[in-house]
């Protein structure tokens, strides 16, 4: 990929997370009268559900750091080289992850 379809690839990315991001930022619809007892009901399943979606939310923020950084790479000229140890990363996982920063070896001690 050239520049401008990686930079392509990656704005697209960005408003993708953005996108999902606000959506799982909006309050519940309906928060109803659940309740919180000892056995497994309404209000464990919504907590579990909410606990699920604040790890998607989290992981959606790294990816977005990642993708922001990447453009910042682009501008810079470095892209395609990792932040940690400066070796180019390889053509595949570009091609796999045109956000990825870091190398697989450097990506693997995060």
Known sequence: ????????????????????????????????????GKRIGEGTTAAIDRMAQVAVHDRLQLVRADVVRALEK?????????????????EGRLEALPWAVLCVEDAGKR
């Open 1 to 36: 990929m050239n520049a401008d379809e990686v930079r392509a690839t990656l704005t697209a990315k960005l408003a993708e997370i953005d996108a999902e991001m606000a959506e799982m930022e909006k309050p519940p619809v309906d928060q109803g009268a659940i309740s919180f």
């Open 74 to 90: 682009l501008d810079e000229g470095s892209y395609g080289s990792c932040d940690v140890c400066g070796r180019p990363i390889p």
